[in-house]
């Protein structure tokens, strides 16, 4: 094989890669996106195109995925059903994807950041998996990211990561904000929300702030 057709191979291949990962993950955030950093057209296709690359998504409340990790064990592939462990109508159902078991935790970490420094905390039995690039953390407690080290854990160092996909308001700020080029609001589902203005209020007085400009 020369090395046109190999290169041309490999850009096919990724380009198939980054379609359905914009249509599953990055699609929703197109307008939070163009909103918070002034892009469109070219420069918006290029950042979502380049999205993949370094992207951690969790940790994910699944406890299912993170025992079927530890049956797989690490080095070993297969399809997981991540997510939607709660409530099918509170974000939807799980996401099947094929990915690699690349680290197994017991989950517990030391807090190294502002936020409650030196004490002690669990993911519970958690799992790294690598779906095509993409990092995915599974937990089986429910907890808000905090701290980097909930993903030290596992191998990864936010530091160098590109984007991390957490579910939090404010936890993570501390310290996660002083690394990150900016954060991003995305509305997720739920039944609670970061935007009011959706919310189907009956009785409250109008005009008001920060429902009415």
Do not use: C
């Amino acid at each position: 094989m020369n090395a046109l057709v190999l290169r041309s191979a490999i850009v096919a291949a990724l380009g198939g890669l980054l379609f359905g990962f914009d249509t599953a993950v990055i699609s929703g955030t197109t307008q939070d996106l163009e909103r918070v950093y002034q892009i469109s057209g070219f420069t918006l296709g290029f950042t979502v195109a380049t999205a993949l690359i370094g992207t951690v998504v969790g940790a994910l409340y699944d406890p299912v995925s993170a025992a079927q990790a530890f049956t797989v064990g690490v080095g070993n592939r297969a399809i997981f059903e991540v997510g939607g462990r709660t409530d099918a109508r509170f974000g939807g159902d799980p996401v099947r994807v094929e990915a690699t078991v690349i680290a197994l935790s017991d989950g517990d970490y030391v807090r190294r950041g502002p936020f409650e420094t030196g004490t002690r905390a669990s993911l519970g039995r958690s799992a790294r998996l690598d779906a095509d690039g993409v990092q995915i953390i599974v937990a089986s407690y429910r907890i808000q990211a905090e701290d980097r080290e909930q993903y030290r854990i596992f191998g990864i160092q936010p530091e160098q990561s590109n984007i991390i996909a957490l579910k939090g308001i404010n936890h993570f700020r501390a310290d996660f904000e002083p690394i990150a080029r900016g954060i991003v609001f995305v509305e997720a589902g739920g039944i609670v929300t970061s935007d009011l203005r959706v919310l189907p209020y009956r009785r409250v007085r109008r005009p008001v702030w920060p429902l009415d400009d």
